[in-house]
């Protein structure tokens, strides 16, 4: 399964928690049956704010009977070596600078989200 790689695009961050909480327990549960594989997070519109030092930390929720901190799936998947792409474009309207990212976040403009495809990643989305 090494050759498996995936995209996911996520563009909500607090307006749609549902579909932010379902991206990041779809990747960590990718990484942990296949550590090999390579995920991508592709950041755009609102959902740049998810790599904002401070955003996801008060946001939690109940699922499958217990409550989710947004903040500690986010830890999870830095740790789990998930990339985080940012965006540049929508981080202005978002109080987003490159001081205030979160750690191993990285800038990139909307092509890169086409570079990504082209290399071979499978693009994967949420409509929650």
Same mark, same amino acid.
């Given at each position: 399964? %090494? ?8 563009? #909500? *961050? *607090?307006?749609?928690?549902? =579909?932010? /909480?379902?991206i990041m327990k779809i990747a960590s549960n990718i990484k942990a049956f296949s550590d @090999?594989?390579e995920i991508a997070i592709f950041l755009i519109g609102e959902g740049v704010q998810l ?5 996801? @930390?008060?946001? !939690?929720? @109940?699922? &499958? ?8 799936? $986010? =830890? $999870? ?10 965006? #540049? ?8 600078? &490159? ?6 976040? @990285?800038?990139?403009? !909307? !092509?890169? $989200? ?10 994967? !989305? /949420? %409509?929650?």
């Open positions: 399964m %090494s050759d498996k790689k995936f995209v996911f695009t996520l563009s #909500h *961050t *607090t307006t749609n928690p549902i =579909e932010v /909480l379902g @090999e594989s790599a904002k030092k401070g955003v996801v @930390e008060n946001i !939690s929720m @109940e699922f &499958e009977g217990k409550q989710v901190n947004f903040g500690e799936m $986010l =830890e $999870l998947l830095v740790d789990f070596g998930v990339k985080f792409y940012v965006c #540049h474009a929508f981080m202005p309207g978002y109080g987003l600078t &490159e001081e205030n990212l979160i750690e191993g976040a @990285e800038i990139k403009s !909307s !092509s890169y $989200l086409g570079e990504l495809l082209l290399q071979g990643y499978v693009p994967f !989305s /949420l %409509s929650l």
